[in-house]
């Protein structure tokens, strides 16, 4: 099993297909199974995915055999595995555009109309009803509220986000992607704010500098990638 690998069997796909039906309902299964491609072109396509052995294991099941960390991973894999071959989320979306003599305010609002593999894979979304309105109803202004909003600057990374934008760049792999953290944290390049966000040190801006001035082909993003490309093309 591999950590970069989408790749799910015939029997995996089949069984989540059998354990929702039986469990939830055929309007949660889905017809065919939904086939995941990876983008990555390091990933090993013919391991398959990091995927519970049976999908009626459920995690509660088992918690009883399992310390805290070891029960938090495996009822991640398994409601990620699940939910991956459920039916979508359904919403019913609203949107109001206000018209003000010049200005046109506009106001959105949602309401879930079926859960779908929300049912088990908890997903952060917010409900919001709107009034029932006419088309070209007058409405009544109650209160203006003037407020100004600024570009803020992108956030600073964490390890999680670090990884992520590794991932989009194609550099390194994920049995590579500890060592890089551990790395720029050993050497001083970096250190944590209070937020848990990595912040460069004088050191680390330091050695950034002189690399980029003095190696700036080697510690382009797109090295590995070219590099991988120029042996391809050898072989």
Avoid at 74 to 87: E, G, V
Avoid at 125 to 135: C, D, G, I
Wanted: aromatic residues 10%.
């Amino acid at each position: 099993h591999r950590t970069d690998s989408l790749n799910l069997s015939q029997d995996s796909l089949g069984a989540a297909r059998d354990f929702i039906k039986n469990k939830f309902g055929a309007n949660y299964a889905l017809e065919f199974p939904r086939i995941y491609k990876t983008k990555s072109k390091t990933a090993q396509e013919a391991h398959e995915a990091i995927r519970p052995t049976e999908a009626s294991r459920q995690p509660e099941s088992i918690r009883k055999y399992l310390d805290a960390h070891q029960y938090k991973l495996y009822d991640l894999i398994w409601k990620r595995f699940i939910a991956c071959q459920m039916q979508a989320a359904v919403f019913d979306s609203t949107t109001i555009d206000i018209q003000a003599k010049n200005y046109t305010f506009r106001t959105t609002g949602q309401i879930l109309k079926f859960d779908g593999f929300l049912k088990i894979y908890p997903v952060k979304f917010t409900e919001a009803t709107l009034p029932l309105l006419n088309k070209d109803e007058i409405l009544k202004l109650i209160k203006l509220i003037k407020e100004q909003h600024f570009t803020q600057p992108p956030a600073r990374y964490s390890e999680a986000t670090l990884i992520k934008t590794l991932e989009e760049y194609g550099i390194g792999r994920p049995s590579t992607y500890a060592p890089i953290i551990s790395t720029i944290q050993d050497r001083g390049y970096v250190e944590k704010n209070e937020q848990r966000k990595f912040i460069p040190t004088e050191i680390g801006l330091l050695v950034n500098d002189l690399l980029v001035e003095n190696f700036p082909e080697i510690v382009d993003v797109k090295f590995t990638a070219q590099m991988e490309n120029n042996l391809d093309k050898i072989a």
